[in-house]
């Protein structure tokens, strides 16, 4: 007698219906839809995190600007208040005028105690 062989070949529609789950070697079957369900998961969950990195350094990106231009506006305006003429106008404004002669040094001599 001859013994068929039965083909592993599976249709379309066998798989369509699912019959590859509920077969002799689901197990194997079952085992690589868990393997595929877990790698998907974490590249889910990966690409959640590095979207949330990428968010983040963005906000950052976004505050170091505004830190640099308040530093520029700041130094601007410490750099007018420097201004020799400038300084002059807010001292007139403060009703000082500028000498005409130079001050005078007072010295006074060290006594030495004998």
Not at 49 to 69: G, M, N, Q, T
Not at 93 to 99: C, F
């Amino acid at each position: 007698m001859a013994k068929r062989i039965k083909s592993k070949t599976r249709s379309i529609s066998d798989i369509l219906k699912g019959k590859f789950l509920i077969e002799g070697g689901a197990f194997s079957s079952w085992k690589f839809i868990l393997f595929i369900v877990v790698l998907a998961l974490i590249s889910i969950s990966s690409s959640h995190k590095v979207d949330e990195k990428v968010v983040k350094i963005s906000e950052l990106k976004e505050k170091a600007e505004e830190y640099k231009a308040r530093f520029a506006l700041v130094h601007s305006k410490l750099m007018k208040l420097k201004v020799e003429s400038e300084l002059e106008n807010m001292v007139i404004s403060d009703s000082l005028l500028a000498l005409e002669k130079q001050p005078y040094k007072i010295l006074v001599p060290k006594v030495k105690d004998e």
